[in-house]
């Protein structure tokens, strides 16, 4: 079974740091594009990060640049996101899904599987 489980959401303050975990089950990373989206109340998802595993090369969303870091764990079939100087427009449910191919890879549609998303709230 294709799997996708985010995990490292909660609350913090403005300012502060939070780690989020992608970790895939039943298939390997090796051939894919991982994304990270957000999701807030009334809003549309939007494109966060994304890495293309094959290369490591790595891209963001003008909102996130220079806070936000996509790494991966090839051992523990994982992508990561670093999230660092938090704001409180931060504030979303975060998605990380896998697609096949690179194309577009800032729309959501363009992903094969998702995972259910992880709070991260961020409030003083």
């Known amino acids: 079974q294709l799997q996708l489980v985010e995990s490292g959401g909660g609350l913090v303050q403005p300012g502060g740091s939070l780690r989020l975990s992608c970790e895939a089950s039943g298939f390997t990373l090796d051939n894919y594009v991982i994304g990270w989206f957000r999701q807030a109340p009334g809003k549309a998802r939007e494109f966060v990060a994304a890495l293309r595993w094959s290369t490591g090369n790595t891209y963001y969303a003008d909102s996130v640049k220079g806070r936000f870091t996509i790494s991966r764990d090839n051992a523990k079939n994982t992508v990561h996101l670093q999230m660092n100087s938090l704001k409180p427009e931060d504030t979303a449910v975060y998605y990380c899904?896998?697609?096949?191919?690179?194309?577009?890879?800032?729309?959501?549609?363009?992903?094969?599987?998702w995972g259910r998303g992880t709070q991260v709230t961020v409030s003083s």
């Open positions: 899904a896998a697609g096949v191919t690179f194309w577009q890879y800032t729309n959501p549609g363009r992903y094969d599987y």
